[in-house]
């Protein structure tokens, strides 16, 4: 009994002994990977050349006036990270507003991605009119009535909860603002969705911020400043349209809110950032990056993204243009 006892523990030391050895291993093995996830994620924030300051867009459409506790990534900086670090496919972006101590691989932190949507002419007509009640039940039922074919392709399925911040428009300034909160099936977080809208001669400006719903207090603290930061150039502003030689929108004030619940930039490529607090959990964290950034890209193109060399990305960030000193239009 007892050679069959001792027989037995030197079997189990034998195999903890194992163990143990694979446990070391695999630990060694995510340090290393982890290590080199957060020497990428440090590269990328160095690189970065934030911007203060009056800014003239790249398309020339308008200015951004930076308030202080804010910057900002010019547009070749903003596509870079956009499309390249949080896995969007190529589009026309104009720039990012960040927080002063936020980052761009910092899931904690907020940015404005800034678009411009060349639509026309908006008539605000329809402002007073509009019940947001309303209008947030039809596009309730819309995103419901696209959930069973998501699912039949191998998506979850997607809740628009609510308003995070009721649709409100400044008639005076032409600047429409409102965030709704989604619900994705697989996600422990309702994600923060707010939408600013500044009305041009020609279109509208597009500022778009993806977050959690944790966010939301900060986002609310920060509102205010970032309304009103935006001009048109001379030529460009609302009161230039003429009805002689402009296109008309086929939306007003309404159809920008109900828009395109789920675009591409504002739901899904944007969440890519939202994957890198998974780098903390070692190499766990780091295959479920890249098994998350993989299905919002194949949901997106349809295809799969070829992964691109960390070590090559700090060649390909452009240098920045030059800062217009402040001025009044």
């Known amino acids: 009994m007892k050679k069959t006892l001792g027989l037995l523990l030197l079997c189990i030391t ?50 951004i006036t930076i308030p ?5 990534l010019n547009a070749e900086q903003a596509d870079f990270v956009v499309t390249k670090l949080w896995g969007n496919p190529p589009q026309e972006i104009l720039g990012m507003i960040l927080p002063e101590g936020g980052k761009v691989t910092d899931a904690s932190s907020y940015s404005f991605i800034v678009q411009w949507d060349e639509m026309g002419f908006v008539k605000d007509d ?17 995103i419901a009535a696209g959930n069973e074919e998501r699912v039949k392709e191998g998506y979850g399925s997607v809740k628009l909860v609510g ?46 911020a993806v977050g959690g719903m944790s966010q939301l207090a900060m986002v609310n603290n920060d509102i205010s400043k970032v309304l009103n930061i935006v001009e048109f150039t001379d030529g460009n502003k609302y009161k230039d ?17 109900a828009g ?9 490529g944007l969440l890519g950032k939202f994957f890198l607090p998974l780098l903390k959990l070692g190499k766990l964290g ?23 060399p960390v070590e090559s990305f700090k060649e390909e960030l452009p240098e920045n243009p030059s800062i217009e000193p402040s001025e009044n239009a």
């Open 14 to 63: 034998f195999i903890y002994s194992v163990s143990a050895q694979k446990d070391k291993k695999n630990s060694d093995e995510e340090s290393k990977a982890l290590a080199v996830q957060e020497a990428f994620i440090d590269s990328v924030e160095h690189a970065m050349n934030y911007q203060h300051g009056t800014i003239l867009l790249k398309n020339g459409i308008a200015k």
């Open 241 to 257: 349209f003429d009805p002689g030689l402009d296109v008309v929108a086929a939306v007003g004030i309404g159809g920008l809110v």
């Open 163 to 208: 308003w995070a911040a009721k649709p409100f428009y400044d008639k005076e300034h032409k600047v429409l603002h409102w965030a709704k909160e989604i619900k994705f099936d697989d996600s422990a977080e309702n994600t923060l969705n707010y939408n600013i809208r500044i009305l041009g001669r020609k279109g509208v400006l597009i500022l778009n």
């Open 126 to 142: 329809d402002a007073d009119d509009i019940n947001y009640d309303d209008l947030l039940a039809d596009m309730q039922e819309d």
């Open 68 to 72: 202080a506790g804010f910057k900002f």
């Open 260 to 268: 395109k619940v789920l675009a591409k930039l504002g739901f899904l």
């Open 286 to 308: 780091i295959v479920a990056i890249g098994a998350g950034l993989t299905a919002i890209w194949r949901f997106i193109t349809g295809k799969r993204k070829e992964d691109e």
